[in-house]
């Protein structure tokens, strides 16, 4: 099991747009349906596992997000209207528990913004942190630095062009031990 982030950001640090959105909602090449390689991505992963900010809107959406996914959602209560399926916890600990029993094998797409990323990568539970660079600037919007310390220890592992300009980078982040204090990366 790997805990892989995945996000968008512009050429210039931001992972929304000033309005909030996500910064890929604004790249005309993802706009006209190309993918940016999130299908590819999403073939390897059995769960889901994010914040309740990120979760919340998936409620009134027409259409499940994750319908081949198991969902893990960190957050201080259930939200109502949150499908039975769908496996919630305050404390991030616990809920990497209770994914790590659930798992067969297949990654987690940790979805998020800067917080839950920094929360997860602080318990050496992040695998690697793949950006999707986009060839726009915005000058504003929430910046995914703050959440990680200068010492995250990040390894470059490739790049690939995207449509429309756009660039993939796969970093591995050191030290990941799936999320469970304690237990030796030979365990994951």
């Not at 200068?150 to 796969?170: H, K, M, N």
């Amino acid at each position: 099991m790997r805990i892989r982030a995945r996000l968008s950001m512009s050429a210039d640090g931001y992972v929304t747009t000033p309005s909030g959105w996500p910064a890929l909602t604004a790249d005309p090449a993802f706009v006209s349906g190309q993918s940016h390689g999130i299908r590819e991505f999403l073939a390897d992963c059995e769960a889901a596992l994010m914040g309740r900010t990120t979760f919340e809107p998936a409620l009134t959406n027409s259409r499940w997000p994750w319908p081949d996914l198991n969902v893990f959602v960190l957050g201080s209560h259930r939200p109502e209207g949150t499908p039975d399926h769908v496996t919630t916890d305050s404390d991030p600990v616990r809920l990497l528990e209770k994914l790590r029993a659930a798992n067969h094998g297949g990654d987690v797409h940790l979805i998020g913004g800067p917080r839950t990323i920094g929360t997860f990568h602080a318990l050496g539970a992040l695998d690697s942190l793949e950006l999707v660079v986009l060839p726009l600037l915005f000058g504003g919007g929430t910046q995914l630095t703050p959440a990680l310390s200068a010492e995250a220890g990040l390894t470059f592992q490739s790049q690939r062009a995207l449509p429309g300009g756009s660039v993939e980078i796969v970093y591995s982040c050191g030290g990941s031990r799936s999320g469970l204090p304690g237990k030796p990366a030979s365990q994951r």
